[in-house]
């Protein structure tokens, strides 16, 4: 409906001034815009995929990433087709252009509301990462609760502040890399393992395999995998930002931060997968117990992961904000 050149023509046209405040604000490099793209798909659900490889096996574990990657390729790049055809920016004025004022409220409260769950998710994810690899270092210093109220206030809440969604590319960049060495710290356990005990049997159910061992693994697979490849909310404020903006240019980011988080994922969960086979837990980090075995590496690994998540927290609040400013 967006697309027809005939409908399109019906459309409210975007003002001058805000031509002009887009024009000002377009400072995105392509390689910032890959990194905060990539760093909008990482968060808690990042650990829970290797939960879905050992539900599906990694052979239709690795075909979900594949089919997954190419479907959120295929919808950011609708998404652009539909803002740069119709001039509308955002998903409340498409809304507005398409059906009426009401849907593009119902379309902000929808995106408020995603958005807070998802904040609240961030946060608590934060504290379960802390509380198991921290609080003990600690020595009962602080709280679960102590800690995640000075990882907001402190990191996550003035991030949150920032006026522009380029300004996070350092800090997303600096997520990524912690996200890199989640998986070094993971890769090197197995392999300790494997070294140790040898390579599991992939062709034994009661170890890692590379199929299902029934068709409820992938239908429990499949939304995990789902909700770890979601960006779509930050889309256009990213391709708003992007100096110089065209499809093509969007094409490379989208190209680009897909492949970083395709690969991250991919590796996190086959080394994981190999090493605990069925016993893989919906988050990863807890089957590491460093609380047993306080094990530096994997100490490091759960602190990192924490502030990849809070640097990756500007993403979900980003959208509220201007979902509240269009209402």
């Known amino acids: 409906l967006i ?3 005939h409908n399109i023509g019906t459309l409210p046209t975007v003002s001058k001034n ?28 990042a650990l829970a995929v290797p939960y879905a490889f050992s539900r599906c096996g990694l052979l239709v574990g690795s075909a979900l990433l594949i089919g997954v990657a190419r479907a ?46 998802a904040s609240v998710a ?16 600690l020595g009962g210093f602080l709280t679960r609760q102590e800690l995640m109220i000075i990882f907001w206030a402190f990191l996550m809440f003035p991030l949150s502040m920032v006026e522009n969604m380029n300004s996070l590319r350092f800090s997303s960049g600096f997520g990524i890399a912690n996200s890199g060495y989640l998986v070094f710290a ?25 199929w299902p061992s029934s068709v409820d693994g992938i239908v429990t697979a499949c939304p995990i995998i789902i909700f770890a490849y979601i960006c779509q909310t930050n889309v256009f404020s990213i391709f708003g930002e992007l100096k110089s903006g065209t499809a093509k ?3 490379i980011v989208t190209h680009g931060g897909i492949t970083i988080i395709s690969i991250f994922y991919f590796l996190l969960a086959s080394f ?26 994997m100490i490091l690994a759960y602190v990192g992961y924490a502030c990849t998540i809070t640097m990756a927290y500007p993403m979900t609040t980003y959208p509220t904000r201007h979902a509240l400013h269009a209402l």
């Open 3 to 5: 697309l027809s050149p």
């Open 18 to 45: 805000r031509n002009e405040e887009e024009n000002y604000e377009k400072k995105g490099s392509i390689r910032g815009s890959i990194l905060n793209f990539a760093s909008s798909m990482l968060g808690a659900g």
């Open 72 to 117: 959120t390729t295929f919808s950011v790049n609708l998404l652009i087709q539909a803002r740069i055809k119709s001039g509308l920016v955002s998903y409340e004025e498409l809304a507005v252009g398409v059906y009426n004022k009401y849907m593009g409220y119902a379309v902000a409260a929808a995106l408020i509301i995603t958005c807070f769950g």
């Open 122 to 137: 961030f946060i608590l994810a934060v504290g379960d990462i802390l509380e198991e690899g921290l609080l003990d270092v």
């Open 186 to 210: 993971t890769a090197l356990h197995s392999l300790q393992k494997i070294i140790k005990e040898g390579f599991p049997n992939l062709w034994d159910y009661s170890s890692a395999t590379f």
């Open 249 to 251: 240019k969007m094409e």
């Open 272 to 297: 994981t997968y190999l090493e605990f086979g069925r016993n893989t837990n919906g988050n990863i980090l807890t089957n590491y117990c460093v609380q047993k075995d306080p094990d530096p590496l």
